[in-house]
């Protein structure tokens, strides 16, 4: 089984929707992260959690909001999305220096 | 100017050439260095990592730091078919948080048999 996880895998969602973004991971580290990766802007952090009680913006959190509901779980939301929020979005965990990346979510937003 | 500038290619190249790809970096204060990999709709995952300056050698591969200049380069020696990926570099400073790491573009490269 995957150490880290991310549902949906695909998503299309319309203009004005809200949606959520997944992440579980197996691995027990404390600290986790969400990514957006565009063509020819490479990866951009969004939100990151270092433990349950702690979340951080990253470079491009405008947008976006998370939830930590456990050790393991950290969602990424989309309250409104709009057609620039289309890309591959990835979640990691880290220990150390290593980041573990998931397989990522790829969203399309009409 | 980005702080971390990378060629994103393509690069391709016969099975069996050394490959170099390279990133540049302005901020003088970034300690730590890595290169992820990432194949084709899959995450990134790390290859390397170095500290401060210098070479680290990992089987076929080769990281390299030269502060001064504020490069740093993978070099893959006898390159396979399997190393068609998408390579990235990252760095942070010392004392920052991981959610300090910055990446790279990425170069795409492809190794044809």
């Known amino acids: 089984d995957a150490d880290v996880t991310q549902t949906p895998r695909n998503r299309i969602t319309k203009t004005g929707k809200r949606i959520m973004l997944e992440c579980s991971q197996t691995?027990?580290?404390?600290?986790m992260y969400w990514y957006r990766q565009d063509p020819g802007l490479g990866l951009r952090l969004i939100y990151y959690?270092?433990?349950?009680?702690?979340?951080n913006k990253g470079e491009i959190s405008d947008g976006y909001s998370v939830s930590r509901q456990a050790q393991a779980k950290f969602s990424l939301s989309l309250e409104s999305a709009i057609p620039n929020q289309t890309a591959l979005y990835f979640c990691?965990?880290?220990?150390?220096?290593?980041?573990?990346f998931g397989p990522g979510t790829r969203l399309l937003v009409l | 100017q980005k702080e971390v500038e990378q060629d994103p290619g393509p690069l391709s190249v016969p099975e069996g050439a050394i490959v170099s790809l390279n990133c540049t970096y302005s901020n003088s204060a970034f300690q730590y260095f890595m290169w992820y990999r990432q194949y084709s709709r899959k995450g990134p995952e790390l290859l390397m990592y170095?500290?401060?300056?210098g070479n680290k050698e990992d089987g076929r591969f080769t990281a390299q730091v030269d502060k001064s200049s504020k490069y740093i380069s993978l070099f893959i020696r006898d390159s396979q078919p399997s190393d068609s990926a998408t390579y990235l570099c990252?760095?942070?400073?010392?004392?920052?948080?991981?959610?300090?790491?910055?990446f790279g573009k990425g170069t795409k490269l492809s190794v044809k048999p």
């Open positions: 959690s270092f433990d349950v009680k702690d979340i």
């Open positions: 170095t500290y401060s300056s």
């Open positions: 990252a760095t942070r400073n010392y004392g920052g948080s991981q959610g300090n790491l910055i």
């Open positions: 990691a965990t880290s220990r150390g220096e290593t980041q573990y």
């Open positions: 691995k027990g580290h404390d600290r």
